[in-house]
């Protein structure tokens, strides 16, 4: 059974700092992976997704990466600015099409 | 892009009623959906995956008929927690297009 794991679960950085959330998952045999971001009560967002056969994907001030023969992934996150703030969970597909959730990393940002 | 809508996003219930949460594909044929719930601080666990005219699929650990699915058409998958406790507080959302899609949540409490 696939099983994601997230360091840290929890991280608080000041403002304008350069920070990485790490992904690990035990069966490397996935469709893809996928970084989200959860606010306080609400549902999700996704930030960035993966396919199995790419190696990274960026968006503004995101990137992924995916090492698939290790099981892991990283979201990198420039320039943090407090508007970060939030949780932010990996999951990754695999068989039967449902995704797999770590737990998350709840980020902090402050001014 | 694909859009599902979930409802209602909040619903406070006394313990021992039924509670109806529907997901609505808007814009595209959902044939499966999938059904998450999330207890705090924790992930989000799949509950359930429910196929239009067919029954669901429960996860083990998930009493099917305490948490009953209905995926009665191609837009339309509705998940009724019936008789509910404390316990069953918990955010609950789906997902349709193998992840690709989420609705916005629903925040179930149980009073």
């Known amino acids: 059974k696939q099983e994601v794991t997230q360091i840290p679960a929890a991280l608080s950085v000041p403002e304008g700092e350069n920070l990485v959330l790490n992904c690990s998952f035990t069966?490397?045999?996935?469709?893809?992976l996928q970084w989200f971001r959860q606010d306080p009560g609400k549902g999700l967002t996704s930030l960035l997704l993966?396919?199995?056969?790419?190696r990274e994907q960026t968006s503004g001030r995101l990137n992924a990466s995916l090492d698939k023969s290790s099981g892991r992934s990283t979201l990198y996150i420039a320039a943090s600015q407090p508007g970060d703030s939030a949780t932010y969970l990996c999951?990754?597909?695999?068989?039967?099409?449902?995704?797999?959730f770590g737990k998350g990393t709840s980020l902090l940002v402050t001014p | 892009g694909a859009v599902v809508s979930q409802h209602p996003s909040r619903v406070i219930c006394k313990s021992g009623t039924s509670v109806k949460i529907e997901c609505r594909s808007l814009?595209?044929?959902?044939?499966?959906m999938f059904w998450y719930r999330q207890f705090p601080k924790q992930s989000l666990m799949l509950m359930a995956t429910?196929?239009?005219?067919?029954?669901?699929?429960?996860e083990q650990g998930v009493e099917k008929d305490k948490f009953l699915i209905n995926h009665a058409s191609l837009t339309l998958s509705t998940l009724t927690v019936t008789s509910a406790h404390p316990e069953d507080s918990s955010f609950y959302i789906c997902?349709?297009?193998?992840?690709?899609?989420f609705g916005s949540g629903t925040r179930l409490t149980v009073v």
């Open positions: 429910s196929n239009e005219g067919s029954k669901a699929t429960y």
């Open positions: 814009d595209f044929q959902a044939t499966t």
């Open positions: 069966d490397s045999a996935i469709y893809n």
């Open positions: 993966i396919q199995s056969s790419q």
């Open positions: 997902s349709a297009m193998g992840g690709y899609t």
């Open positions: 999951a990754v597909l695999s068989s039967g099409y449902a995704l797999n």
